[in-house]
């Protein structure tokens, strides 16, 4: 099958309306952070916080969130964070999880760009292995590709929204595309700061999505727009020192969010939705929040 790749409105040849529906996951993945620090910087975020995290505080943080996903009522399976491997904890990162039309559950595995970070991959594909998923990799071992932090599934749908420009790299969808069976509408990130587009866009619903405008190029804007009825827009100083859009709406009603981002949190009630906010403080000098502390999959 040929890859199905979008970069404008004039490339489209498919409506919202013609793609196959997707279940919405029943499992959130999450990396135990005992193992988590700042011991090097490979964002911007990094560079000013390296030895300064409260371990204890952390993990307080980290339970908060699993408690949060537990009351929702999804499984929240926990891998042990890897001695070496602090940034293991972000694990949206690793993996590209799928449910197929046919009921298979498989996974394709990321090449993550940064040294720092190659070895968590083998971590996360042992829980796949364990859990009888069907394992796949890209083509070439050339090409970066950082999961999830990227490749955003649109809730309900089988679209991905492809973030590429700092970790991932575009021509990566094309072997994405064909694996999966799923077409990728791709969004150039325009912001160091931003570089992973799970900074800068949240799917909330099928019609919904929470952004930072600031983040993409006129032709991602029109794409962003063409397919959700309603954007948000987190405000700028929320975004970058609190990665309002970091946020998770596992089951399009829920919000999880940094308690700080008040202003996208009033944003988000007044269009519907049930918001928690929570602190991820000590996720934030690591350049994460919500979003990137867990894997939404499917597992049943």
Request: aromatic share 8%; hydrophobic share 40%; net charge negative.
């Amino acid at each position: 099958m040929s890859p199905r790749v979008y970069t404008s409105l004039a490339s489209l040849d498919f409506g919202i309306d013609d793609l196959p529906a997707m279940p919405l996951p029943n499992t959130a993945l999450m990396v135990h952070p005992k193992a988590f620090d700042v011991i090097y910087s490979i964002n911007p975020h990094m560079q000013e916080h390296i030895g300064k995290v409260d371990r204890n505080l952390a993990v307080q943080q980290w339970e908060a969130i699993k408690n949060q996903y537990e009351k929702l009522g999804l499984d929240v399976p926990v891998i042990d964070g890897a001695a070496g491997l602090p940034d293991m904890v972000f694990c949206a990162n690793q993996s590209l999880p799928d449910l197929a039309q046919n009921g298979q559950k498989r996974v394709l595995m990321s090449n993550m760009r940064h040294q720092e970070r190659k070895a968590e991959v083998p971590h996360i594909r042992n829980w796949y292995e364990s859990q009888g998923f069907d394992i796949h990799e890209l083509s070439s071992t050339e090409n970066h590709f950082e999961g999830m932090g990227d490749a955003i599934w649109h809730l309900g749908k089988r679209l991905i929204w492809g973030g590429y420009g700092y970790r991932t790299e575009a021509k990566v969808y094309d072997d994405i595309s064909q694996k999966l069976d799923v077409p990728v509408i791709l969004l150039e990130l325009q912001h160091p700061s931003l570089y992973h587009l799970d900074t800068c866009l949240t799917v909330l619903t099928e019609k919904t999505v929470l952004i930072y405008p600031g983040a993409f190029t006129d032709d991602g804007l029109e794409l962003i727009h063409h397919f959700f009825e309603n954007v948000l827009e987190a405000k700028e100083e929320e975004t970058m020192h609190y990665l309002a859009c970091n946020a998770v709406c596992p089951d399009g009603k829920h919000v999880i969010i940094d308690e700080n981002c008040i202003n996208t949190i009033e944003l988000l009630t007044k269009a519907g939705f049930t918001v928690v906010g929570t602190d991820t403080s000590e996720y934030l000098k690591s350049g994460g929040s919500v979003f990137c502390m867990k894997l939404l999959l499917w597992n049943s």
